[in-house]
């Protein structure tokens, strides 16, 4: 299944932010998505986010890459906003305008993530001709099951 292009405009998302690595997540040991959204949910933070838009679905983005999907990056977990949250206990995080190539993914979470993530990864590796822009890159959460992924792309 080929995943759809699609033109983004740019959004602010607040909520929480953690630093990682790729390298990092693939070891028990060392991983914080886990710990990261667990406390987002367990906390209800998505309730608390200042200035929430009503209706918005939650927000994993992924910004300031360090360098590509070697290097360090950011992840925040939060929810779409009318302007961006101020306090030590939000951060805002802004998804930047661009084209994008939306991967689908539907199932029990995190599984049904991980294995959309493990697509993306493979799509990346057939298709060398396309490549990541390494901006800001989100998922975007439908519903319990459902998500959508949305990597940003060099414009073509």
């Not at 909520?15 to 990092?24: F, L, P, R, S, Y």
């Amino acid at each position: 299944m080929q995943p759809a292009r699609q033109q983004i405009s740019s959004f602010p998302v607040s909520g929480i932010t953690v630093c990682t690595t790729n390298h990092a997540e693939s070891d028990p040991k060392t991983n914080r998505l886990g710990a990261h959204w667990g406390r987002f949910f367990g906390e209800g933070l998505a309730e608390k986010v200042p200035h929430r838009l009503a209706q918005a679905p939650l927000y994993g983005v992924y910004s300031a890459y360090e360098s590509d999907y070697t290097g360090a990056f950011d992840v925040t977990a939060g929810v779409g906003v009318s302007a961006p949250s101020a306090g030590p206990e939000f951060s805002t995080v802004q998804v930047q305008a661009g084209e994008y190539l939306v991967f689908a993914g539907k199932g029990v979470m995190p599984q049904a993530v991980i294995d959309t993530w493990g697509t993306i990864w493979q799509f990346f590796q057939a298709h060398p001709e396309i490549r990541r822009s390494y901006r800001t890159d989100f998922e975007a959460y439908s519903g319990a099951d459902e998500v959508a992924i949305h990597i940003g792309i060099e414009g073509s």
